[in-house]
Nanobody, 120 residues
Framework: QVQLVESGGGLVQAGGSLRLSCAAS????????MYWYRQAPGKQRELVAT???????NYADSVKGRFTISRDNAKNTVYLQMTSLKPEDTAVYYC??????????????WGQGTQVTVSS
């Protein structure tokens, strides 16, 4: 099994910053692409940022220039640095990873989510 555990969420004022972390553990041989999603109340889950195993990144238009995704392969961890936060960034943030397990199987794993609340 593969587990993803997010941390770093919380309450912040508009214009502030937060850094989310997502640590993967378990029967991991290699982490391929890693992702951050978010889901606001009453809305569909949306893709926020992607980082490939080679470090290429992609962002939703709504967060470009404000959020930065990065990864530490030695720690099996992905990060999301969020700056200039807005009330509309309020959501539960989830990480996702495409994992090649030690059994040579591809696993699509999700974390449990971490709440980010931005006050105006």
């Amino acid at each position: 099994q593969v587990q993803l555990v997010e941390s770093g969420g919380g309450l912040v004022q508009a214009g502030g910053s937060l850094r989310l972390s997502c640590a993967a553990s378990g029967v991991i041989y290699r982490l391929n692409a890693m992702y951050w999603y978010r889901q606001a109340p009453g809305k569909q889950r949306e893709l926020v940022a992607t980082i490939t195993s080679g470090g290429s990144t992609n962002y939703a238009d709504s967060v470009k220039g404000r959020f930065t995704i990065s990864r530490d392969n030695a720690k099996n961890t992905v990060y999301l640095q969020m700056t200039s936060l807005k009330p509309e960034d309020t959501a539960v943030y989830y990480c996702r990873a495409t994992v090649v397990t030690i059994y040579n199987r591809v696993s699509d794993s999700w974390g449990q989510g971490t709440q980010v609340t931005v006050s105006s």
